[in-house]
């Protein structure tokens, strides 16, 4: 699914991207270190944590599509940040547990 799709499916907006990154799988995760030990590659990251350090967890996990739930604004250092990793940001409204439900055709990562 790619982040195009992940913004229409969550009733959100692609803040940063072009659309076409992709997602092959879903993780719900806050802190960032668990992220970091549990999150696979090629997942979309859905999160309330908007800022640069969530943009470094999914370069490190090969992750490239945030969700930002709960409208959590991007701030500009973050938004730059993922533009120059290729990361796509989509924010959304939706809580974590309504964008797990949104995104359920999705596999849970495995790590």
């Known amino acids: 699914m ?5 913004a229409e499916k969550t009733g959100g907006a692609l803040a940063v ?3 076409d990154e ?5 993780y719900v995760g806050d802190l960032l270190s668990d992220v970091m030990g549990h999150a696979g590659e090629d997942c979309a990251l859905v999160t309330i944590q908007n800022h640069l350090n969530t943009i470094a967890v999914c370069t490190l996990v090969g992750c490239q599509v945030i969700v930002l739930c709960h409208d959590r604004p991007v701030p500009p250092d973050m938004a730059e940040g993922a533009a ?6 989509v924010t959304t409204p ?3 547990y309504e964008v797990a ?4 055709s999705l596999p849970p990562s495995k790590k």
């Open 94 to 96: 939706l809580s974590q």
């Open 22 to 26: 992709v997602a092959s799988c879903v």
């Open 17 to 19: 991207g072009s659309g």
């Open 101 to 104: 439900l949104a995104l359920s």
């Open 2 to 6: 790619n982040a195009r799709e992940i």
């Open 84 to 89: 120059r990793e290729e990361v796509a940001i």
